[in-house]
């Protein structure tokens, strides 16, 4: 009778006196029962564990030492449901930030988030199984104290049962029964071995009061057995690792469907952040202490360094492609090449000359790749390199783009002549005027040597399309038509790039193309590219991929797996694969804007739009105070800059000793174009804040001389960029053919003949013939160009000058026998023959200025 009261059936009878009492008393000693049957349970639980602790590692071979570069591999532990927000911060914030300190550090930093490590469609014994492993994975690359971070809340997690445990595992990891795989997580990684290497962060349960009723279950197991799992599992973190248990507390935001699926959004977790990256420093430092931090050498050493780097970085990983790396090693060798034909040429010399150059019979034509933007041509050849090098071939080689000073025609030469002739080159004599000429000459001078010297000699140029000077008439002529003796040329450009694909076929040429990409190998590279950050995708997600027509584009493929990486829910990833755009394109456009909105500083956009319009780059510091207020000269605060960064750090890189930051690729520079810069009053008012900040703030002399003539430019600020040419010291030492073009573009087109009626000639009073500064920085007016300031009063230069004249519409105010003062506008007077008087001097064009018609040209500067 009384089991049936205490369980609740049937109606209740009429207490007797008494029996009120009883009942109360055997519900104490069931309630009792029961709690001594769940501590039981817990304190089994704990003494195996106790038993276990010095447990030892599987063993594994040390390769720590084959490599300067070191992996730092972190496992995240914790349950799934309940810390979707705290691994957010981890991998989105967290990680990318210790990831860049790490590599400062020669340091590869990898985390394990098993949210994708763990396939949908494994079973039980998969995932047990790929939890463990991941950790013995941490053990052995990590010195045997693995990077081990755990998240603790309200819910202790799933506890499989005996037969869900493989005897194989049960044995090899010690098995504890009536546990969870969280708790066998901490118990592997961390508890018995007392790991120095382990955090652990126990959240504050009192935001679950706040939490809607629905989404408690997700948050709080209501379980006696798991409630007690979870007291004791605290209780001994914090007694066996005292200085490394941290308790956080949070709050509940709201409900939230960003992610494809409803789950609550938590905030105030910037304190658990800060404290999982200041661990995780200390300890990478304390396990890796010889790793420090490297100083940036001198320009040329950090330029070859820049060239090696991204050598041995695109060449990680070459899917397929092994038929063309194999014909272009054969064509380095000098072996017959099979299918490949040797074009006719155009019999055109333009500019790559053969008589200059000194060809003969039997030299060795160019071999040119060329392919579509983003067929992976930059990989293909940083892989020939390692081939070649491995083959016994010496290789100079350079690759276009790698850094801001890479796509300099003239720096390119520099480090090719001085990589065959191992001399240091002088700098250009002063009377040199052409520095290209100058290189070209020596170049030219070194082949017959190489010809007598009769060594293989491998000379690789990546991106020829995109160096400076690509669409200028004298482009690619450093380029010998032919190579004598054992020298071997191999370029590679885009073949959307017509002027350079025309001026390669001028001669006889070796052609390759780049095929698209095949399905095996677009796979190969999704399943690598993922494993790299140790996460997979299911096979029919994969072959979601693959159904795309869009794969067969490297680039595609590789943004893709960069958006897959990044995405939160392995749960909803078909949806996120189904939804992503089936072209380049499209696909970067939807990058821009995811990155805008996951962006929580609100300087995204402007960034994007500063590296876009800047002119290879822009300097890390520079962007700080771009992207402040510049007016009040007021530098964004560096936390901003840094979350910026750390969003980007797939789509942008830092190059150069300034820390120039640009674009990965040139499709994304396009991209932001496309999608950000559509109107033209928004170019031109960035380009008027970047000319505002070198103008008046910034204090590089180098960045401002390459970086406020193209800012004014763009912007339309003709004046001040007349001032900056002609009186700024920043300008003093840009080269008078760059100044000329520069003015000339600002010059009067108006016609200015002499022999046409209303002509005058310039002059210029005594008192401003004497002074500096009013057409060029460095001579004085007298002895200067009227328009781009270079010296023309020379005995051997004066008569290749002349005289400078105003067109009839700014010979108003002149007359044969007055005249107004170009520089101050004062009246000077003219002999009766209207030439100058009282000292005055008739104003002069140098031969840059002057050349052709260009004499005949009205020489006012229309700044206004």
Known sequence: MYKRYLSGDGPSPRKEPGESKLQETLQKKVTQSEEDNVRSTVTKCWDRAEELKVSTTPSSDDTTGLSSWKTIRVFVSSTFTDFFNEREILVKKVFPELREWCAERSLYFVECDLRWGVPKDSTTSDTICTCMEEIDRCHSENEGTPFFVNLTGERYGWIPTEDEVPSDVRQ?????????????????????????????????????????????????????VKKEHLRVLKQKLRARFPEQVFQYSCQVEGVSDESGRQRVKLKGLEDFAEKAKDFLQKAIMRTYPDQKAVKNPDPEVQEMENQRLYMEKKSEFVAGREDLLKMMLSYAKGDPLDGVQLSDGENKSFVRDPVYWGVEKGDNPVLCLSGPVGYGKSTVMAKLVQNALKSGIPVIYHFVGCSSDSRLTEKMYRRIIKSITGETLDDMPPEQQDCMQFYKDKFRDCLPLLREDGKDTLLIIDAINELVDYNAYNHLSWLPPMLPGKVRCIVSTADTHSPTVHRLQEHPCYHANMTPLSTVDARLIITHRLARFNKTLAPDEIDQVLSQSCVHNPLWVWLLTEELRMFGDFRTLSTKIKSVSDSVTSLLSSIIKRLITDDETGYMEKALCMIACSRGGVPTRDLTNLLGDVDQKESLPALYLAKIRRLLKPYVRTVGTREFLTFSHSAIHQAVEETLLTSRDTIKAYHSTMAEYYLTWSTDKYVNLETVPYHCTQAGLKSRLVDFLRKSPDSINMPDFVRAKYLQDLRCKNLADPVLPNIMDVVICMACSMKKSSFGPRFYNKTSCVVCGSQVFDSQLRKNTATAHYCGFHSVGHSPRMGKCHVCSNVVGKDPDGKQKFGTVCGQLCNRCSFGNDAKKCCMILAD
């Not at 990891?173 to 790991?195: C, L, V």
């Open 172 to 224: 090899q990891y010690d098995w504890i029964n009536d546990t969870s795989i969280t708790f066998m997580e901490i118990m592997h990684g961390a508890y018995r071995k007392q790991n120095p290497n382990a955090v652990f962060f126990l959240r504050n349960g009192d935001f679950c009061r706040d939490l809607p009723e629905e989404y408690q279950p997700r948050f709080v197991d209501p379980e006696p």
